[in-house]
Nanobody, 118 residues
């Protein structure tokens, strides 16, 4: 059983930056970030394992996922934010199958709101 706690969300103007953190209760192998806007399905943002990092096309070049293994923490640095990035952001751990499919994950954080104003 893995517990995940996100932090770092908030309100920012378009073009600004935020850094999200996800602290895990133990060591994890693969972690993912997802987001869900009102009325939309949860979508993949980024994932990281020991051997790869991956990004959705919509955030590539603007967002960076990283990890601090000593702290069991994964970060999502978000730059050049756009109003369409507004959503609740969730981290997830240890997918059973495809890392970009939210259905693969059993462990989720509570989510943190990111709002980007125009």
């Amino acid at each position: 059983q893995v517990q995940l706690v996100e932090s770092g969300g908030g309100l920012v103007q378009a073009g600004g930056s935020l850094r999200l953190s996800c602290a895990a209760s133990g060591r994890t192998y693969t972690m993912g970030w997802f987001r869900q806007a009102p009325g939309k399905e949860r979508e993949f943002v980024a994932a990281i394992s020991w051997s790869l990092t991956a990004y959705a096309d919509s955030v590539k070049g603007r967002f960076t996922i990283s990890r601090d293994n000593a702290k069991n923490t994964v970060y999502l640095q978000m730059n050049s934010l756009k109003p369409e990035d507004t959503a609740v952001y969730y981290c997830a751990a240890e997918p059973k199958a495809t890392y970009s499919d939210p259905a693969s994950y059993d462990y989720w954080g509570q989510g943190t709101q990111v709002t980007v104003s125009s």
